[in-house]
């Protein structure tokens, strides 16, 4: 269909053409004449680079025209961040655009959000409609893209939210999009919905196994023929390590020509922190070789700064951990994939399909190439034969809901209860009964579970019964479901806090160690090798913590805490990243990732001790909380309050005897001027 006889307005066919679109693609006609363009939930299921945010772009067309807003769902900051920027042509036709991917806490949303369409990630929406379900009246269209997630660890927030979004907005359509599931079938069941399927790929992608006895060896062979003619390629592999060692060797194998501007960005990436670590300065030397890694553990600048250079053709050839898999649009006309296997707790495993299919679906996107090649490596004939079947020719998995386990459920129980979603045991049923897990399972064997869920939150005192049998939220569990957190991890924080206000302690690695004790922050791991000696050292250093350990039985779990703590506790003790780094064994990315987590954890303590009236712990949490995130002694807390004031300059100031506010205020400022210049000095001085 060409895009003049699109059913959409004028002005939205104006602005589709002025981005270069001409025809719609056939799977864009099946969804515009199936029952979708009058309002049918949907499930769109068509292959990797179908347009499928086109598709779902021409029925927010006519919702935004009748004044309905949108929410578009997705699962990663990173794939929100892209959808952003292109919703933003949106604001031509005088739609409010917004992205809203941060803060968890829901009682902090004070102003209203205001907005036509709203891109969001799973977690920010549902933390929204906790509190503000009001927020989303009037919204005509939910899309859940990438919705096979549904059956990973961050999955069960996914049909949370869409079974409440349709139980408080029975008027609300939702479409939910994905390019990898085995049983479209049932999930176009449980949403009650049409399913528009197809296999056409505006790009054709050919799916090859080649065969090499040394793995690397052939991957160099790989890529370099891939450059050809200006090609690029994406690497995936299965760990950090591997991403960082591919990327070293390509470098150097293919001896790519190091021109200006590959340097300026080599010299960009070293930057990108104030001082340099082993790492950045790994990243930097790759990517004068114009071959670089991409993994969760480089900044988010850097980060940026790759994707860019690649998008712009500067960058060759990015080898990536499988976290740059899912939605994105990349020039790669070639992907190969060279690990087909994962080290889990369980051993070597092979990937599922449909990670192989999201990876391999990074090739051959139509905005950039006319081609897809996609590459797996096998070491002999026999193992050629089985990764074709298996991954090529193979079929992609069927999902199943990961619900329907006691700390997931926990968490979405208290919710419920708490913004006074369901009233009643029979009512919280009837919503589980209504959710993906609900749908495949049914929930008769599933009472137990439930009764065992709510015995617990009301004897950690988060939810109470009524007179009546109502079930009802108390203050805290209020509290703790609007913070986000879970309650289990509450219920540990409650514990030692009590005991640490009774003991009147609060030592800061104890504080530490409690904040770790929680799902929500990944812990360190501890070698072997290591595990006598830091129990040990714990063991003898009974004071510097908050609980009483059982001298008689090593507690592995502590052991992580401790260590993730002793890396916290280094942090707040103003010691250099590099040092951190180095010590730990961990690039950066991992270091601010863990003390952004413990910020909010310690804030969320900080939140529950005040509503139990710990008044101390509230304190020292709080203090905790903006130690966190500024990487600082106690001391210099009054200081970094301030605004302009970090890490480095309130060290300084403090060390020339400015130790609270009034001492600045009484400063002289040709003094506060050397060490952070005037401007910044004169603002000191009033906010002072
Ligand atoms: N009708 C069209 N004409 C031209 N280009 C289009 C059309 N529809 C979509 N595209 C382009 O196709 C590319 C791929 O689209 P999109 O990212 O929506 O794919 P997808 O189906 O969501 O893939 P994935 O499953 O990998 O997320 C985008 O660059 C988009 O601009
Ligand atoms: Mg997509």
Known sequence: MHLDDAPIPGRFRDLFSSEGIVELYPPQNLLVESGAMEGRNTVLSTPTASGKTFAAEL?????????????????????????????????????????????????????????????STAEKCDSILRSRPEWFENTGMLVLDEVHLIASDRGPVYEILAAKFRKLFSEMQILALSATIGNPEELSGWLDAELVSSEWRPVELTEKVAVGADKNRKLVELVRDSLVDGGQTLVFVSSRRSAESVAENLGLA??????????????????????????????????????????????????????????????????????????????????IVRDLTRYGSSGSKYIPVLEYKQQVGRAGRPKYDRVGLAYSIARNESEADFVFEKYVKGEIESI???????????????????????????????????????????IEGFSSLLEKVLDKLEFWGFIRTGMDGLLLPTDLGRRISELYIDPQTAFNYINLMQKAEKEDRFPSLGLLEMLCDSAELPLLYVKKGDEQTLWEEAFQNPGQLLRELDGFELDYGFLERYRTAKLLELW?????????????????????????????LAYSASEIARILELKKSAGEMSKMELRLRNGVREELVPLIKIKGIGRIRARR???????????????????LASVVGRETARKIKTDA
Not at 266 to 291: D, F, H, K, M, Y
């Open 59 to 119: 029925l927010m067309a006519g919702k935004l025209s009748e004044g309905k807003k949108i929410v578009y769902v997705v699962p990663l900051k990173a794939l929100a961040y892209e959808k952003y920027l292109d919703f933003k042509k949106y604001e031509k036709l005088g739609f409010k655009v917004r992205i809203e991917i941060g803060d968890l806490d829901s009682s902090r949303y004070r102003n209203s959000l205001d907005f036509d369409v709203l891109v």
């Open 254 to 335: 293919l001896g790519l020509e190091c021109g200006v501007e590959l340097e300026g960005l080599g010299e960009e990436i070293l930057n990108a922190l104030t001082s340099p670590t082993e790492q950045c300065r790994r990243l930097s030397v790759c990517a004068r070789n114009g071959v670089v890694f991409h993994h969760a553990g480089i900044t988010g600048r850097q980060r940026t700064l790759i994707e860019d250079a690649f998008r712009e053709g500067l960058l060759k050839v990015i080898a990536a951990t499988p976290t740059l898999a899912a939605g994105v649009n990349l020039p790669s006309r070639t992907v």
């Open 400 to 442: 199943y809901s990961v619900l329907g386990v006691e700390p997931v459920l926990r968490c979405h129980v208290l919710a419920s209860i708490a913004s006074s979603f369901t009233r009643t045991g029979d009512s919280l049923t009837e919503f589980f009964q209504s959710t993906f897990f609900g749908f495949q399972y049914g």
């Open 572 to 600: 707040v003790s103003e010691a250099s990243e590099e040092f951190i780094y180095k010590r730990f064994n961990i690039p950066p990315g991992m270091l601010y990732r863990k003390t952004s987590v413990a910020e909010w």
């Open 653 to 671: 100031l403090y060390n020339m005897g400015y130790k609270k506010p009034s001492d600045l205020r009484e400063a002289d400022i040709k003094e």
